[in-house]
């Protein structure tokens, strides 16, 4: 079951350059994405509606995208604007085409109902395209359902685990941590303290400094996570228990991710790691990302693992522990959302 | 949905040699070939009524087939002729055999009711084994249903678009013209001028050379397809719009192509490519079956592509446009044999 | 259809070794092994109750495997003794553990009802762990229904066809001789001399060597095979058609075999082979298992291939001719106990 009507993020802006046909499917949907000659996004459907041939298997003719089994062609807007051998195109002869915008260096696309597109709903990805910040970007392919995937974002208890060796720096303390969990319309904020932590790995701290760590994310609909992290002396987060609203970190590291559902059981999950442009260095914000694609992976086996139980077995008997509060909440946020939806089909 | 009273082409008579085994499924039957001691062609179904063990992994014992399981012996006609531990044959162990013909260089099996099976209804390739002609052969596996490639051959507007460096030579004659078009009792006839063309790259004619070009088709029952192409000078069009009968061309060719179901996604597809002996050149034949080759890879690339969007989406809203009369035509007589053959399972 | 009250070989005791987890399907079911601290094996399903992690990406500590998801940890009998971020554990927190015995180098596991695990139910393979043999072991997995294999085992006639070339040294005496059989409470007893044959390729006999050979075996359920084969001068069948009882044989070889289903569709066989130590040559030892090795390849192929064949074609009109009492037999049986079990399910 997926939400239809949302913007989901197809891609990086950068992923698309002219003269280039790029394939994509999301929440089941196939679709292509190109630049017509005008430099916009155009976003039709995968498929000619004559013989169901691919066009992304297609030429780009301008603005339109013709069709190289039969010849039909067709405008960024779907409509068919000639058939090769008659003058006489008949009624209905048209692609389904997609709202599609870019913000923040994210292609965003509409999956539902074009008259429901409302750009104030996309999210603000932190420091994409802002020159305050420095980001490198990555992606990772999962074969599983994208709600594990938001499980997997919304408790990060499973650092001390599942990420023992990478981000959760030998220590139990995400494990025995309870955050703090604020409910948004349209998603979930949670906040938390580490105290006397190790500092990141990729932050700009000597190897071993001991910070207090303080972390606040948004895990918004369908599936965005936007976090910032930042390090205070130690001794902060007892001075200071609400948050360290005000003061100045002693560095600060953000990232930004998008978990695209692509099938029922594969996803696609674009995420970008970054630090303000005044404390970026080349070789930590190099390790910052590199360690999230090691991390991704863990998270990907681990997940992965998951599904095929839950293939195996149903998944029906998974429990609800005291710490799974954003985890219930975001799953009954959706499904609120695709019910209203109308398109609790699939 | 498979026509199962019909001959198809189970492959080519040199494919299959004394003392070896060719397993085959067509219409979702197994079975294999192997000449007798006799000479002749049995098509015994793969599988031992025993155990359902493969005969393809038995051993041919003069005009018989050992089970390489349990040891029972089968004669060409699919009676067991031998249960080692015993002398007593049960009633009803056998196998089933089916029909086979050799003609034209095929291998023709009946997969039906052998009581139908009348060889008046095998169609004729067109210049195999004949010494007015020099042939050449090949051969394709598709992971799609016999229909998209029927609806393939039937459509030739495509050589536009999906041949357009190959066969198509660059231009939209194809996709622009209408053919004359011709019911059959068993198929449709599909004829055209293409008037001023480049000559095809394999014709025995300087490259470049512009001609009228005459093609006419036979596809029939159960997905045979037989072109003759011949080449005139430029204007013959204009003084014969109804087909050059009676006049000598400056250059023929020919090819039979036979699309054979192996199961509901997957197809074989039998072709050859030939020019009249008089004309032929070595080098120009070559040309001919290997372009053939590269153009066939560009349908099967095109099809399985289209398929795997049927797949995905279901294929009932294809549309008929006026250019696909003759897809639509071949596309109900099939449905009405089908039908008719109360064979409409599986 | 699996029986589920009974046990199952689960691999050989030697590959589960002090801190590393293994993991094993059996009738559908996924379950690890790893040693306790105590050196006793435990084996909980392979499923964290919380999010459905899989345990054998977990940890073992001391006698308790932790889930590496979340961090909850296990005890050997499957209850839940920690919950990082609680010091509450709710009830119904606990996997599932299943009855584990090791017995003559196999460790078995009840994969039904608990309360139903009777150890006297374990049968005794031959001479694993008696200084009196010598055993060597081997593996091999199957792409085939259980039941498939227990045909196999059950008829031998298939040495003379399907090993030919191997343990059927190229006569036809297995094919043609029909066995002494009587049933078991849990199996069959199949028995049969072969009477002037050659004695066994790895027997301790020059190359040749005529024999009368005794075979007598034993297959019980869930599907495990126990035979012992022993040479006797020609002769000796004629004297003592009944079995040469008391008679110093020659040599003895002997195997036993265990069938373990891991799906519907495929399955693990664990086999020994092996010889009285008095009589064991090194070089004969190796040339049995490394026979059993390539003839059992051997049954692997055919039966590949037949379930393929039930697969597309369905295999419900098998037939059972007279040679095949002992399959028909064996077959009864298990479907008495699979109904008797209540869990003809799945």
Redesign the interface.
Known sequence: MFLKNWWYVAGWSHQVTPGEIVARTIVGD?IILYRAGSGGIAAPR??C??????L??GRIEGDDI??????LKFSASGACVE????D?I?A??AVRSYPVLEQDRWIWVWMGDPARADPALIPRAIGHGDPAYVVNTGELHYDANYQLIH?NLL?L??L???H?KTLGRNN?AW????PDFTPLDHGVRVKRWLRDTPAASYAPMPDGTKVDQWSACDFVVPGVFLLRSSGYPVGTAERFPDGPAGLEPLYETVTSQAVTPVTETSTIYYYSGGQPARQAAEAKLRLQIEMFGVAFREDK??IE??QK??D??G?D???T???DRSVAQFRRLMAKLIEADGSASR
């Open positions: 196939s995968d498929l509606c004559h013989r169901f041939a691919p992304s298997r013709r069709c190289m089994y039969h010849g058939i090769p051998s008659t006489k008949p209905g002869v499980d408790d208890t499973h001390s685990y599942v023992e139990s494990g025995r941590t309870q086996d681990m693992a998951q139980i839950i195996a077995s998944g008997a998974m429990m522990l005291s710490f």
